[in-house]
């Protein structure tokens, strides 16, 4: 059993401190020649994946490096806008890095005030009296558990169940596709 | 073993369908509002979710427990969206929800079917198409009459 991240959320819904230890999220370096066959957007001030998935590229991945040198959310590291650089043939062959976005400090500071709330709405929208809010969330990745202090602070964790068969699926399928080997 | 309720909504938030057996409190606040602010809850921790794990998820949200009752939650290729609360101690309600969707989708014929469905200690179903069959001590079914459950 492995953590992902902690995350200590105060009374009032703000995030007051976060520690990450990740695992390695699966990346794909690529290269491509004119024209790219995938269709890219702009959300959230990165570069996303919204159509075109295949070997190991998702819908949702993030362009995380050009040709090497990491980019800058939609610009490259130079400061030109990805967009019109993929567009001109010139500059092809081009290798591509894509993987699952990191979340920015803003993000995870949004992300733990909405788990306040629901953590509050878990709590008014039970059938039994006197219930808490969400002690455990469950997916097929990760499980998420919840302690609330006394005084009300909480503390979130992400824990990775290395049990779950079809997360060892997708780790193992990740490291066959890295770069290394 | 004890399952409290049960929600059904379509894909746009609207709820088909909602049960109730043993419900012990209730939100305070009225049914159409209920269902609102539990498929918001639940359209929120979607995209909690999926932007704060760490690996591709297949199955996404499954369920999630409090101190006294656990939530099962499953979804549709469609976006019909399951959900029931039921207490601690079931451990995985997935296949009973897929099935409930089954068995519903495999019997609906007409417009105004209803689902009705006794509860003791397990889930049996009496698909009935075109007439609401009354338990009132068992069963409280409630189904909006404009909408069907689609096939």
Known sequence: MAIFSVYVVNKAGGLIYQYDNYVPRA??????????????????EKLV?????????????????????DVNGKYTAEGKEILEYLKDPANYPVSIRFGRPRLTSNEKLMLASMFHSLFAIGSQLSPEVGSSGIEMLETDVFKLHCFQTL??????????????????EIAEKAGAFGPGS | MTVHNLYIFDRNG?????????RKKQAGI???????????????????????????????????????????????????KLVMN????????????????????????????????????????????????????????????????PQ
């Open chain 1, 49 to 69: 994946v919204s159509f075109g998935q295949r070997d190991g590229i998702r819908v949702g991945h993030a362009v995380l490096s050009i040709n090497g040198v």
């Open chain 2, 30 to 80: 009225s049914k159409e509002e209920e269902f609102k602010l539990m498929y918001g809850m639940l359209f929120s921790i979607r995209s909690f979710i999926s932007k704060m794990s760490p690996l591709d998820m297949k199955d996404g949200f499954l369920a999630f427990q409090t101190s006294r009752y656990k939530l099962h939650y499953y979804e549709t290729p469609t976006g019909i």
């Open chain 1, 151 to 168: 005084t009300g602070l909480f503390f979130p964790l992400i824990l990775f169940d290395q049990n779950l068969k079809s997360a060892l």
């Open chain 2, 86 to 149: 039921t207490d601690l101690g079931v451990p995985n309600c997935r296949d009973t929800l897929q099935q409930i969707y089954s068995t519903v989708r495999h019997t609906h014929t007409h417009t105004h079917s209803t689902l009705c469905l006794y509860s003791g200690n397990c889930l049996s179903f009496a698909a009935v198409c075109g007439v609401h069959r009354e338990e009132p001590a068992v069963c409280a079914g409630r189904v909006s009459p404009e909408r069907s459950v």
């Open chain 2, 14 to 22: 609207s709820c088909l369908h909602y049960s109730e057996w043993n």
């Open chain 1, 27 to 44: 990346e794909v370096e690529k290269t491509f020649s004119f024209p790219l066959d995938l269709v890219l957007k702009i959300y959230d």
